[in-house]
């Protein structure tokens, strides 16, 4: 976590030596692979996916868009508090109570705002930094699996949605776009960090 806040503060210091031309486009739609990470002490969840942001550009400086994510969990699993001491009689070495997800929905509206200046490429493409702020939901598929005693075993399965903040950071790079985010999520899903790499299919 620690890591991607000192790559955000260097994206946002790298930001003003850019060089500003007007831009004129207006609609871009771009779509890639991500990749999220919690490091929370007492969970680390990681998820893998895709996403798909089209997104409007107001004027030279400033971008509203949305952004539609589906990932899956790779590993993400929280042990229940007491009474977890009975073993899963199906899965060997599991405890009884366990709590996890393996599906999340990340929908992100957002507005960004283009940092310094830009930087116009031999070949006419542009180069800059961008920042913003996003809200968003995260719906997310929950399992629990309990024992009230032992021999009876009980799966229970949710679909939980939770509201959020984010801070976006990244790099318009002719058609590619870098993006780091920071997002704080509510009580029932831990905050994450996002990191991803896409291409715009519609410029």
């Known amino acids: 976590m620690n890591k991607c806040l000192i790559l955000i503060c260097l994206f946002f210091c790298l930001s003003i030596t850019y060089a500003q031309k007007e831009n004129v486009k207006d609609f871009s739609l771009v779509t890639g692979p991500v990749y999220n990470q919690s490091n929370m002490k007492w969970n680390t969840t990681t998820a893998v996916g895709v996403y798909l942001e089209p997104k409007f550009y107001l004027n030279e400086r400033m971008i509203i868009g ?4 589906p990932v899956a969990l790779a590993y993400g699993v929280l042990l ?3 009474g ?3 073993v899963h009689r199906h899965y060997p070495g599991m405890p009884s109570c366990r709590e996890g997800s393996n599906f999340l929905i990340n929908n992100y509206f957002f507005v960004d705002n283009r940092l310094g200046n830009q930087k116009i490429g031999k070949k006419g493409g542009v180069y800059q930094l961008y920042s913003g702020l996003s809200i968003n939901v ?3 598929q ?3 699996i309990t024992s009230r005693r032992a021999g009876n075993w009980e799966d ?5 949605t939770n509201f959020g903040l984010g801070y976006r950071l990244g790099a318009l790079l002719d058609r590619t776009q870098a993006n780091l985010s920071l997002n704080i999520t509510g009580t029932d899903f831990q905050p994450f960090v996002g990191m ?3 291409y715009s299919v519609i410029k």
């Open 196 to 198: 991803s790499f896409g």
């Open 84 to 86: 977890c001491t009975q």
């Open 66 to 69: 949305y952004r539609l994510e």
């Open 80 to 82: 229940l508090p007491g």
């Open 142 to 144: 929950r399992y629990i």
């Open 156 to 160: 229970a399965e949710a679909w939980i």
């Open 138 to 140: 995260h719906t997310h």
